[in-house]
């Protein structure tokens, strides 16, 4: 059993409701070149599972009869490791879709993907590269020995072609994750943060999400074997806002499995939380649009707090300004970690 299973029977969340689908969040396998610590659905370079065309002719389908989507945003593990993804990129685009490309930027230096820069410049494809840190020390903690060096190369390499730059029209965002079992801390000072330090490095960009890391998967694992997981959670439904639950993500997102498969969020596709039809049976794209997703109830659970607590989080950062809740800690000692 997964180390949430328990604490989603035990733990009540506001119940919610869809509005539609404006966002169609498509993780095209679990592939990683990486093997992230905070990774939430446990990505790495062993993993096999991959979407293949005619899953992704279905979601292009389920646009095609959906006018109410406007965003196509693509993830994995490393999404540009699946075949067909400059092909998804393309027929997105096409279709006048906003594209978002979530990159852990070392990917821009793998074999076989030394021209993938330019591909997203020449699509127009917004950015969103994970940097968890402006430190070489705690970016390789949690991601590598030298990724954060490699990171860095990926992001000079996107800025020459524009990305980060006023006017160019080529969006670079950059994805905080904390350290460890804390809150980020508020998103408007850490991003001047990142923007210090990284602009003495000739590094720019956008804007800066600042998320909360999910109790699940490889995460979640490494807090039961701290004997943390009960605290974290606990740290989560505290700090719960009202005021939160309107801006989260399910609301407005769909999130696609590598197998085509429909979920509320990212989050209750790693907990195996899908969308159901009659009996119980999982719903496909091929079987749904977004007019007949809207107004759906949302599967929620203990975890939800995560979109919730402090600022709030979604795969768009933070939801509120509100600093008070989100830390009692200066920026710099979480960023230290």
Same mark, same amino acid.
């Given at each position: ?8 029977? *035990? ?15 498509? /993780?095209?396998?679990? *592939?990683? /070149? ?10 790495? &370079?062993?993993?096999? $599972?991959?979407?293949? *065309? ?24 490393? &999404?540009?490791? !699946?075949? +067909? ?18 990159? !852990? ?18 699509? %127009? ?6 940097? &968890?840190?402006?430190? $070489? ?18 992001? %000079?390499?996107? !800025? ?22 804390? @809150? ?28 909360? /890391? ?8 490494? @807090?039961?074997? %701290? ?5 974290? @959670? =606990? ?8 005021? !939160?639950?309107? %801006? ?19 989050? /209750?596709? =790693? ?11 999982? @719903? +496909?794209?091929? $079987? ?8 759906? &109830? ?40």
């Amino acid at each position: 059993m997964h180390p949430t299973l328990p604490l989603l029977e *035990r733990t009540s969340f506001p119940a919610l409701q869809r509005r539609s689908v404006e966002t169609l969040q498509v /993780n095209l396998g679990y *592939r990683c /070149n990486q093997s992230c610590v905070h990774c939430h659905v446990n990505a790495g &370079p062993q993993r096999s $599972e991959e979407m293949t *065309r005619e899953t992704i002719d279905a979601i292009l389908a389920f646009v095609e009869c959906s006018p109410e989507v406007k965003v196509l945003d693509v993830t994995g593990g490393a &999404p540009e490791l !699946n075949p +067909h993804f400059r092909e998804l990129v393309v027929a997105g685009r096409q279709r006048g879709l906003r594209v978002i490309d979530r990159c !852990n930027l070392t990917i821009l230096e793998e074999a076989g993907h030394d021209d993938l820069a330019d591909f997203l410049a020449a699509q %127009r494809v917004e950015v969103v590269g994970s940097l &968890p840190c402006y430190l $070489e020390e705690n970016v390789d903690r949690q991601r590598g020995r030298g990724t954060f060096a490699a990171s860095l190369r990926g992001l %000079r390499r996107l !800025n020459a072609l524009g990305y980060g730059a006023p006017e160019s029209g080529l969006v670079l965002n950059l994805v905080y994750n904390p350290q460890g079992p804390v @809150l980020p801390p508020p998103q408007g000072p850490l991003a001047a943060a990142y923007r210090s330090h990284l602009g003495s490095l000739g590094i720019v960009f956008n804007e800066l999400f600042t998320l909360a /890391n999910m109790p699940i998967q490889r995460f979640g694992s490494l @807090l039961v074997s %701290r004997g943390e997981f009960d605290a974290y @959670l =606990q740290l989560l439904r505290l700090a719960h806002r009202d005021e !939160n639950v309107d %801006r989260v993500m399910c609301r407005d997102l769909l999130s696609v499995d590598w197998q085509g498969f429909l979920y509320d969020c990212d989050f /209750n596709q =790693q907990l195996g939380l899908p969308m159901t039809r009659r009996a119980g049976r999982r @719903l +496909h794209i091929s $079987e749904a649009s977004a007019a007949l997703l809207a107004g759906r &109830p949302i599967v929620v659970a203990g975890h939800c707090f995560g979109c919730t607590a402090g600022q709030g989080s979604s795969c768009g950062g933070a939801l509120g300004t509100d600093s008070t809740v989100a830390s009692a800690h200066p920026v710099v000692d979480l960023v230290a970690g």
